[in-house]
């Protein structure tokens, strides 16, 4: 009997550890019932060879109140791979570097559509994995030393949705972040609650289910 492929965020059952957090190589880990809520593979700045920041990172001195969901407007492409993920990591690094003129990519996280993540603005994973403070980004206007930026690869206006894997990753991040900082899940809001922006598309009409799956995903 042929089986279909496991989720990336799949739970396994562990001996005398109860339910783990257990994923295939490269993908997210998925979430366990205790609260312990584990950490998603995330490929910094050096994994994908990002470019040096054009200026200094400044920390905020505190953690983010909230996770600010968007999209990055690319090409909804049918690469999945882990390397497509960091092409488009250096492609938003150069459009904000160069057009923009921004010291360094505007958000602190991007998800690829086959559901790998790459860390965005430099120091964004450190921050992030200590649970005290977090780098300033350049992603939502009036919201930049409040809010945790979390970009999606693809453009989601007219109706498109999300791959799978994308949307499964998303979930295992967000409710990654909100454990490591304190977010309460009600507090993940779009770009556009923010600006006048279409922005993240129709991942903006999500944010209910998304909320509600990263607070069952932290149990």
């Known amino acids: 009997m042929n089986l279909p492929p496991p989720s990336r965020r799949r739970l396994l059952l562990a001996g005398a550890g109860g339910l783990v957090a257990a994923a295939l190589p490269g993908?997210?880990?998925?979430?366990?019932?205790?609260?312990?809520?584990?950490?998603?593979?995330?490929?910094?700045?050096?994994?994908?060879?990002?470019?040096?920041?054009?200026?200094?990172?400044?920390?905020?001195?505190?953690?983010?109140?909230?996770?600010?969901?968007?999209?990055?407007?690319s090409a909804n492409t049918s690469d999945v791979s882990r390397a497509q993920a960091h092409r488009h990591a250096h492609w938003v690094q150069d459009l904000h570097?160069?057009?923009?003129?921004?010291?360094?990519?505007?958000?602190?996280?991007?998800?690829?559509?086959?559901?790998?993540?790459?860390?965005?603005?430099?120091?964004?994973?450190?921050?992030?994995?200590?649970?005290?403070?977090?780098?300033m980004g350049a992603h939502t206007s009036g919201q930049n030393g409040a809010g945790l930026g979390i970009a999606n690869e693809g453009a989601y206006h007219d109706g498109a949705q999300p791959p799978r894997a994308q949307w499964e990753v998303l979930v295992a991040l967000c409710a990654y972040?909100?454990?490591?900082?304190?977010?309460?899940?009600?507090?993940?809001?779009?770009?556009?609650?923010?600006?006048?922006?279409?922005?993240?598309?129709?991942?903006?009409?999500?944010?209910?289910?998304?909320?509600s799956e990263v607070a069952a995903s932290m149990g």
């Open 27 to 73: 993908a997210a880990h998925a979430l366990g019932r205790s609260r312990d809520v584990v950490e998603p593979d995330i490929d910094g700045t050096a994994q994908w060879r990002a470019r040096a920041p054009q200026g200094p990172i400044a920390l905020v001195g505190k953690r983010p109140t909230m996770i600010v969901v968007h999209h990055t407007v």
């Open 97 to 135: 570097m160069d057009k923009n003129g921004w010291s360094d990519t505007g958000y602190h996280f991007l998800v690829s559509r086959g559901g790998w993540i790459t860390e965005g603005r430099h120091q964004s994973l450190g921050t992030l994995r200590g649970g005290r403070d977090f780098v």
């Open 177 to 211: 972040a909100c454990h490591q900082y304190g977010i309460a899940p009600s507090r993940i809001y779009g770009h556009k609650d923010f600006g006048d922006t279409l922005c993240p598309g129709v991942l903006h009409d999500k944010l209910p289910q998304l909320r």
